[in-house]
């Protein structure tokens, strides 16, 4: 049995890893370093728990924040309990329309969000509302954008129950 | 704190491990002081960020059997970004509490296993999984949203208030602070050239820095530190004792910690707990924190000069070392750990305050090094092997106490003079878990 390819570039290495599955590495510092590929992959049964009202609210098309019974601080971005207080909140309909309260282009991201690139991420604000809601602002450049533009809600047709079922157009 | 050791970080250390990496810092450690004996360490504190990155749960236990530190106390320390600085302070608090006189703390990551983007992945697990992550989980976006709005706090609503059109003066606004951020990036890849344990010295002009690709707008590469692998550790023990192994110990003079929302959208809009010598009338219109300013960074440092009886750091302290994963945060933490007012960060760095005396950036600095911020070159020149991080600043910050830059760097051109007092600073997740120590030469 002829033993794992030698490389002395690392990124002729990992090419050689993912296909080949192992390789051997011939290190400038002296050493000849065996490299396999090992994958991981991870199934998780995730419940939304108390959330859950939220992301059933982005299925039918609705936009719920939260509001302390209490103190009366209102979330964009829900829980069930308040921050400040750490009474109970009630539910409420957020408005569809808010404004950019920050914004960036993304021309990298994550592995799951690579092909996506170049995306829009905002953090909406909406009138009356104590905190922020983070989406994705679609329909507009990063040439068009700017702190306090007007948004609204859409939402995806078939929901996937995440948080991506809900994005922002410019109004 | 009487040793340290780093083990340079590097793009991939594909000839070491993460035990192997630790072991080589902590040898180096112990030949600094040879009157140190492994018996005389009597517990550990082992940091490491990620499970994931690792693929080894309870890599800490095997980090402790790898450097023989079996059957003593030990127990790995988290805390995202601020894991480094985290564990110093839980050394610190091991010996200061009485427990052990002497505690080792040991941190390592290993970030090559996976691709870049996957580990940008990883990273980004750190964000609200529910909330954050499925809209498109990335930290150098989060780290952009905050200095946009930054930008629009401090430079639209001052030096570009007079434009009408809102857009043109952002767009204004944002190009002002990319200047200055390239400013940032020059520094700390110009420091680098004489650190070397620096991944990433590099004679970067003005040009360059703001020429490079974009990540995230305004963010691009320059900008932003990389993943690494690394190790480092920092030996601490009680003061009776430091002075039996070495005659230049450090001391460890005060601590601080602060967090805040893992969410970005959460965060307050109240007011700026402020320092002695600001007022409450100055930031009367300013909501604070927002997504503009960590106020975790400001809580540890209010705790931290608290501790060391530090009035105005600007004026008290010698040096920082400080959590420059972005350039963009570099400025921001100037203002969080109150080397200027919230506002004057961009003009901190073009006054040329955190530069270093007597190293050539090519840059017109009239106000040159009243207080040099990341002489290392900091991440963005060494990396961020994240475990490995905080403890790595804790180590640079002693030498530079020790005044022993030369003997470890092998010249002294980083070496600042009759440094008596730094600060390291230690920063998680957009800011939502911060540590600042302050260092004294004893």
Redesign the interface.
């Known amino acids: 049995m002829p033993g794992p390819k030698k490389f002395a570039k690392?990124r002729d290495?990992?090419k050689e890893v993912n296909s080949k599955g192992a390789a051997l590495?011939k290190?400038p510092?002296g050493?000849e370093?065996l490299?396999i590929l090992?994958p991981?992959s991870v199934k998780y049964i995730h419940s939304?728990a108390e959330?859950s009202p939220f992301f059933l609210g982005l299925a039918k098309g609705k936009l719920l924040g939260s509001e302390c019974k209490h103190c009366h601080y209102r979330?964009?971005?829900p829980?069930s309990h308040c921050?400040n207080c750490g009474q109970e909140t009630r539910w409420f309909d957020l408005p569809k329309v808010g404004r950019v309260?920050?914004?960036?282009?993304?021309?990298?991201?994550?592995?799951?969000?690579?092909k996506?690139t170049p995306?829009n991420?905002?953090?909406i604000e909406f009138e009356g509302v104590?905190?922020?809601?983070?989406?994705?602002l679609k329909g507009a450049k990063?040439s068009d954008i700017?702190?306090?533009m007007k948004a609204k809600a859409v939402f995806r047709k078939t929901p996937r129950y995440?948080?991506?079922d809900v994005h922002f157009v410019p109004a | 704190m009487i040793s340290g050791g780093v083990t340079k970080f590097a793009k991939?250390h594909?000839?070491m491990d993460f035990r192997l990496m630790v072991k080589r810092a902590f040898d180096y450690a112990m030949k600094d002081v040879p009157k140190l004996k492994s018996d005389d360490i009597e517990s550990t504190r082992i940091s490491y960020f990620s499970d994931h990155f690792a693929?080894q749960l309870k890599a800490a236990s095997m980090v402790q059997d790898y450097l023989g530190m079996n059957p003593k106390d030990s127990r790995r320390i988290e805390w995202g970004g601020a894991t480094g600085g985290q564990a110093i302070q839980a050394g610190w608090e091991t010996v200061a509490s009485g427990r052990n006189d002497v505690c080792l703390v040991a941190g390592f990551e290993t970030m090559s296993?996976v691709?870049t983007?996957?580990g940008?992945?990883f990273i980004?697990l750190a964000s609200d999984t529910?909330?954050?992550y499925?809209?498109?989980?990335?930290y150098?976006?989060?780290y952009?949203?905050?200095v946009?709005?930054h930008i629009?706090e401090y430079l639209?609503k001052t030096k570009f208030a007079d434009i009408k059109d809102?857009?043109r003066a952002?767009r204004a606004a944002t190009g002002e602070a990319k200047r200055i951020m390239a400013m940032v990036s020059v520094k700390n890849h110009v420091n680098a050239l004489n650190n070397p344990y620096s991944q990433y010295p590099e004679k970067l002009s003005m040009e360059g820095a703001q020429g490079r690709?974009?990540?995230?707008?305004?963010l691009n590469r320059p900008m932003i530190c990389t993943m690494s692998d690394g190790a480092a550790v920092a030996v601490l023990a009680s003061e009776e004792a430091a002075f039996k192994y070495t005659d230049h110990p450090v001391l460890i003079k005060g601590v601080g910690c602060g967090t805040d929302?893992m969410?970005?959208?959460?965060?307050?809009?109240g007011r700026v707990p402020i320092f002695a010598w600001e007022t409450d009338e100055y930031y009367s219109k300013l909501k604070y924190p927002g997504?503009h300013s960590f106020r975790a960074g400001r809580t540890a440092a209010l705790e931290a000069y608290k501790n060391a009886g530090i009035r105005d750091p600007k004026e008290e302290l010698d040096f920082v070392e400080l959590h420059d994963a972005y350039a963009s945060s570099e400025i921001q933490t100037y203002e969080d750990i109150g080397l200027c007012r919230y506002g004057e960060g961009y003009d901190f760095v073009d006054q040329g305050h955190p530069f270093l005396e007597g190293v050539d950036y090519g840059l017109d600095l009239p106000n040159r090094g009243t207080l040099p911020v990341n002489p290392s070159g900091g991440l963005i020149a060494c990396g961020h092997p994240v475990g490995a991080t905080g403890i790595m600043q804790g180590v640079f910050a002693f030498w530079q106490l020790q005044g022993t830059i030369k003997k470890h760097f092998g010249n002294d051109r980083l070496q600042i003079r009759d440094a008596n007092r730094g600060l390291i600073h230690s920063h998680a997740g957009t800011g939502s878990s911060v540590t600042v120590t302050i260092m004294e030469r004893a």
């Open positions: 690392f290495v990992m590495y290190n510092v050493t370093d490299v090992s991981y939304y959330d979330y964009a971005t829980r921050m309260h920050s914004w960036t282009t993304c021309y990298f991201g994550s592995e799951e969000f690579l996506e995306f991420l905002a953090l104590d905190t922020l809601l983070l989406t994705r990063e700017y702190i306090g995440l948080i991506s | 991939a594909p000839d693929r296993h691709e983007w996957k940008n992945e980004a529910n909330f954050d499925p809209v498109g989980g990335f150098t976006g989060y952009a949203l905050m946009q709005r629009y639209r809102e857009k952002q690709e974009m990540v995230a707008y305004p929302t969410r970005l959208a959460d965060r307050p809009h997504v």
